[in-house]
């Protein structure tokens, strides 16, 4: 069945840098885009990141353009989220999540990982 | 500030049918953009639920359906259960923005 697992949360200076990862199973990864989202305690969800099947294209969401960068090894099937200039707004939950790859315009997420909690404070 | 709004709770009886809005503009939904829904259990990641605008996933029990007209979508569920107690988010895109995706500010869903 489809796993993702987060890893690398913790605590963080403002200021300062971490590395998400997430370990992916049960699909095939070099076909599959890639999502990071993430979600503050008591809030919504946020989409931060996404990276296309073939490592080809990166977008971001511009509270984190510049700052963080999503990247793939697909001979190890994992994924990760390169954060720096860490602030605290960015404390939160870090879900990776499949792309569908397909069914309507924008594509949906069909799975999610549990999530790493990330929290920057001094 | 989402460019989607939702209620922010709504609630009902053991079996009872509720439903959950999902209000966008012309350049989100009443683009034509799809909309997608998530169901999250408090303490756990988000399951999609229903994806553009109708389509249940495999395991997604039909007691769950969507709709989609103008600029609004719907997310109804029938037979209201203890289990589905949880927030709910829809999800879709607007050319307004340069994000790839919005997500509503979800809907708290209580069993009574």
């Known amino acids: 069945q489809v796993q993702l697992v987060e890893s690398g949360g913790g605590v963080v200076q403002p200021g300062g840098s971490l590395r998400l990862s997430c370990a992916a199973s049960g699909f095939t990864f070099g076909t599959s885009g890639m999502h990071w989202v993430r979600q503050a305690a008591g809030s919504g969800l946020e989409w931060v990141a996404f990276?296309?099947?073939?490592?080809?294209?990166?977008y971001y969401a511009d509270s984190v353009k510049g700052r963080f960068t999503i990247s793939r090894d697909t001979s190890r099937r994992m994924l990760y989220l390169q954060m720096n200039s860490l602030r605290a707004e960015d404390t939160a939950v870090y879900y990776c999540?499949?792309?569908?790859?397909?069914?309507?315009?924008?594509?949906?997420?069909?799975?999610w990982g549990q999530g790493a909690l990330v929290t920057v404070s001094s | 500030q989402s460019v989607l709004t939702q209620p922010p709770s709504v609630s009902g009886a053991p079996g009872q049918r509720i439903t959950i809005s999902c209000t966008g503009s012309s350049s989100n939904i009443g683009a034509g953009y799809d909309v997608h829904w998530y169901q999250q259990v408090p303490g756990t990641a988000p399951k999609l639920l229903i994806y553009?605008?109708?389509y249940r996933p495999s395991g997604v029990p039909d007691r769950f359906s969507g709709s989609k007209s103008g600029t609004s979508a719907s997310l109804a569920i029938s037979g209201l259960q203890a289990e589905d107690e949880g927030d709910y988010y829809c999800?879709?895109?607007?050319?307004?923005?340069?994000?790839?995706?919005?997500f509503g500010p979800g809907t708290k869903v209580t069993v009574l």
């Open positions: 999540a499949k792309d569908l790859g397909y069914g309507g315009n924008p594509i949906p997420f069909d799975y």
């Open positions: 999800q879709s895109y607007d050319n307004s923005l340069t994000t790839l995706y919005v």
């Open positions: 990276e296309r099947y073939d490592g080809g294209s990166d």
């Open positions: 553009s605008n109708t």
